[in-house]
């Protein structure tokens, strides 16, 4: 309307009044850029933005939906969007996120400066939805450019990469997270990860991203998620796999898994299970052995193919200690046929729902454990639940009968 028109006009003077008024000695530390249903002109924007660099800004965030605001419009639409090129060249930022959705088949893209240097850079975050990097050479630049990077966090909308080859070699990156979320219709992206002081890996993505890790001798801690593509999944929109993608989906789980292999605590859903499990022939001669594994933490209700993996990646993880798991409902089961291993973790903690997959799974666990010493079950029953209580209370008179493979077992059971 009008009136909020005027109001829009007398906030954007105000804004360029306190920035105008500013101190030129005085530096910026923290600057926050976010629009909602008003958007400044793109001179202004850049103003602001320019602003805040030539003041020595520390920390940036801009939210905002790009389409003729944060990015200068070319000449023709299908060049795209060009990210102000003092911003890629800001000597103190040490922090930068941009929220930047753009229209759901828009295609919009991103064009980057030629000229980028973020020396003092330690975190990025970008986070675009349908909005697109199309440039293979300008986008390796850009992401080679932050030699004091330690935390990356890419959160790829539906596009995010047109078909690229990435190369990010970061020598000081700690943390790095990718995820694409949206529509699965995303173009394929391998990326090449060198970073030898990383201690945090974290992937949510489609099996169109690939990865290829390189030198993490420093990893800790890996969250491995798999998204599973609608038509990749049997009718009726169910999130089992197709019998004819499974192979396919465990030479990609296998393929990332051998990257992290040296982690010490490995956390992986349900989706992970069953791609590894989808394939006993890859499971079995393709999973890597974890010799630095300590503690494992499972998402998943236990069906069959959720089992077979577990166990496996159990026999190849000698020296685990711990396996959490908070099991949840879903259906009947079947029970499948396992491996033997002969290693046995020290502890095991679960969340109980009383069903047939948590049995089968502590049967099998406690007959092969050679080295287990406690096991911690918890159910989240209620005291007006009192189906649930009985159900409880023969679960756990048949789970002390099971034979053990350790002789010292402390069973800690809690409702």
């Known amino acids: 309307s009008e009136h909020e028109l005027v109001q829009a006009m007398s906030f954007f003077r105000f804004v360029n009044k306190v920035l105008d008024l500013r101190d ?71 922090k930068l996120k941009l929220v930047l959705p753009g229209y759901v088949n828009d295609d919009d893209k991103i064009i980057l400066p030629h000229e980028m240097s973020l020396p003092q850079l330690k975190s990025l975050h970008p986070s675009l939805e349908d909005m697109a990097f199309d440039d293979e050479k300008l986008t390796n630049k850009f992401f080679s450019s932050f030699p004091s990077l ?23 990156l700690e943390y790095f997270q990718f995820g ?105 001669t393709q999973l890597p052995e974890f010799r630095n594994l300590q503690h494992l933490k499972l998402q998943t209700y236990l069906p069959r193919d959720c089992l077979r993996s577990i166990f496996y990646i159990l026999k190849n993880s000698p020296n685990i200690e711990s396996v959490s798991l908070p099991a949840q409902r879903n259906g009947r089961f079947n029970p499948p046929l396992y491996p033997y291993f002969d290693e046995g973790t020290t502890g095991m903690q679960g969340f109980l729902c009383g069903c047939v997959n948590e049995l089968k799974f502590l049967e099998i666990l406690l007959k092969h454990a050679m080295v287990l010493e406690k096991v911690i079950l918890t159910s989240n029953l209620t005291n007006q639940d009192s189906q649930g209580k009985k159900r409880m209370m023969k679960f756990s008179e048949m789970l002390l009968k099971f034979p053990t493979a350790s002789k010292k077992i402390l069973f800690l059971l809690n409702s």
């Open 24 to 94: 030129n000695d005085a530096d910026i530390q923290r600057f926050h850029l976010d629009f909602g249903t008003f958007h400044p002109s793109v001179s202004k924007m850049h103003r602001w933005i320019g602003t805040a660099v030539s003041h020595n800004v520390q920390k940036l965030k801009i939210e905002s939906r790009v389409q003729g605001v944060l990015f200068s419009f070319k000449a023709e639409p299908k060049d795209g969007f060009e990210i102000p090129p003092c911003l890629c060249t800001c000597k103190s930022l040490t």
């Open 150 to 172: 330690e935390s990356l966090i890419m959160e790829m909308g539906s596009t995010g990469f047109h078909n690229m080859n990435l190369h990010i070699s970061l020598p000081k």
């Open 180 to 284: 694409s979320r949206n529509l699965e219709r995303g173009t394929d992206v391998k990326v090449k990860l060198h970073a030898p002081s990383l201690s945090s890996f974290v992937s949510n993505s489609y099996i169109s991203t690939s990865f290829t890790l390189e030198n993490l001798s420093s990893l800790a801690i890996a969250d491995i998620k798999i998204r599973i593509k609608y038509e990749d999944q049997v009718s009726g929109g169910s999130s089992e796999i197709c019998a004819e993608k499974k192979e396919i989906y465990a030479q990609h789980t296998t393929g990332l898994l051998r990257g992290i292999q040296n982690v010490k605590v490995l956390k992986l859903d349900d989706s992970v299970l069953k791609a590894l499990g989808g394939a006993p022939d890859i499971l079995n």
